[in-house]
């Protein structure tokens, strides 16, 4: 799938959700698109690639977009919520339980299963974007990431994470971060 492709597929996802993302739209989009890319990398040649693959593209798509549509930090249902009104208008209730997981372990701390597991390999890719691939890159060269960062700007995206966050803390200083897991 070429770029300009997989990026028509995730704006058909996102569409709906224009107000809500307003001026981060851009910077959730690309966002949306490393982590597909990162996934192809992950899956190591494996056919067909993720990006192409329903799964990934709902997962990607809806995994932190409870964050603006239900206005929280605490967003992994809302996200796997709008994920599953997205499978059901589409057809495709079979992969509900896979896409679910898919966002609800994105953020966990340990393995969440083989490296050639789906939510593994997404729980990867999402962390290499969250960290900028500066720490845990499995096996993603840092030139590769950069490239990609390149092709698909942050335009903001890891600012507003880092606002989201004092945000956060500051109103509830005992649970800041409730999207992790171990």
Known sequence: MSS?????????????????LGSDRVAYTNHVLRVLELCDLLAGGSVPVPSTRE??????????LGIWTAGTFDYLAPSADL???WLDQIDRPDLA???VAMI???HKIRPAGSSTDPIEIFRRADAIDVE??????FG???STYRALA????????????????????RTNPTSPLPMLEW
């Not at 799964?55 to 932190?64: G, N, W």
């Not at 698909?152 to 880092?162: A, C, E, N, S, T």
């Open 97 to 99: 339980d896979l896409v």
């Open 83 to 85: 994920a599953l009104q």
């Open 150 to 169: 390149k092709r698909y700007p942050d335009k903001g995206f890891h600012r507003r994470l880092v606002q989201l966050v004092a945000r956060r803390i």
């Open 104 to 106: 609800d372990h994105h």
């Open 55 to 64: 799964e990934y593209l709902t997962a990607a798509a809806f995994h932190d």
């Open 4 to 20: 300009n492709d997989l990026r028509d597929e995730v704006d058909r996802r996102l569409d709906p959700w224009l107000p809500q």
């Open 140 to 142: 993603v060269p840092r």
């Open 132 to 137: 900028f691939g500066l720490l845990g890159r």
